[in-house]
């Protein structure tokens, strides 16, 4: 189940998030992995779109793409982008199979209950077409809790990740390290993983 608080302060700040966005975005090379990794034309589904930033760039690249977040001003700006079609949802929502060649989840997880994991990537392989890719975005350390802003977070390493993917029956791949502040403005390393259906 997603974090009412946390969702109170996307809702709340979509603004800042969105200018934060515009800067990460525009050099993320990860999402350029991503689009590589998804076949011509695929169907893609961004788990956690935030303000669209990946999913206008999945678009602009020639991808059909889904695009849900639980937090109503983040659907508010991710619903006018051309070629994304976008709608409120949790994770729990997921409740198709074989639909989508792509999957990007990108730091929207970490901000689900850690005893949850286990059922979201369940859900998550149930509607990733076999073959398909996932790419999952976490932040690196152990524990949870709630940052300035107070949003909830879970933090996962590698080993962790890895294990939860393969229990979901999902085939770990690559993997990349990184630092960032994002909006709390306090650096956290990250992690994000490529695992297959």
Same mark, same amino acid.
């Not at 993917?165 to 770990?172: E, K, V």
């Not at 390290?177 to 960032?180: C, D, F, I």
């Given at each position: 189940m997603s974090d009412e608080r946390t969702l109170a302060v996307y809702?709340?700040?979509?603004?800042?998030?969105?200018?934060?966005?515009?800067?990460?975005?525009a050099r993320d090379p990860i999402?350029?992995?991503f689009i590589a990794a998804c076949p011509a034309g695929g169907?893609?589904?961004?788990?956690g779109c935030g303000a669209g930033h990946y999913a206008r760039r999945m678009a602009e690249a020639g991808l059909r793409v889904d695009a849900i977040d639980a937090a109503k001003a983040m659907v508010a700006r991710t619903s006018p982008l051309p070629g994304v079609t976008a709608r409120l949802g949790r994770f729990e929502d997921l409740d198709a199979k074989d639909v989508y060649d792509g999957?990007?989840?990108?730091?929207?997880?970490?901000?689900?209950?850690?005893?949850?994991?286990?059922?979201?990537l369940a859900r998550i392989a149930a509607v990733l077409r076999p073959g398909g890719i996932l790419f999952l975005g976490m932040k690196r350390g152990s524990g949870g809790g709630r940052d300035r802003l107070?949003?909830?977070?879970?933090?996962?390493?590698?080993? &962790?990740?890895?294990?939860l /993917? @393969?229990?979901? $029956?999902?085939?770990?791949g690559d993997c990349w390290?990184?630092?960032?502040e994002g909006m709390a403005g306090h650096? &956290?390393?990250?992690?994000? /993983? @490529?695992?297959? $259906?």
């Open positions: 809702n709340r700040q979509s603004d800042e998030y969105a200018a934060m966005m515009d800067r990460e975005a999402i350029d992995r169907r893609v589904l961004d788990l999957i990007w989840a990108y730091f929207s997880l970490l901000h689900s209950p850690r005893a949850d994991m286990p059922s979201h107070d949003r909830h977070y879970e933090y996962y390493e590698r080993d &962790e990740l890895e294990a /993917l @393969t229990g979901a $029956g999902l085939r770990p390290y990184g630092k960032a650096p &956290e390393g990250w992690i994000v /993983l @490529t695992a297959h $259906g």
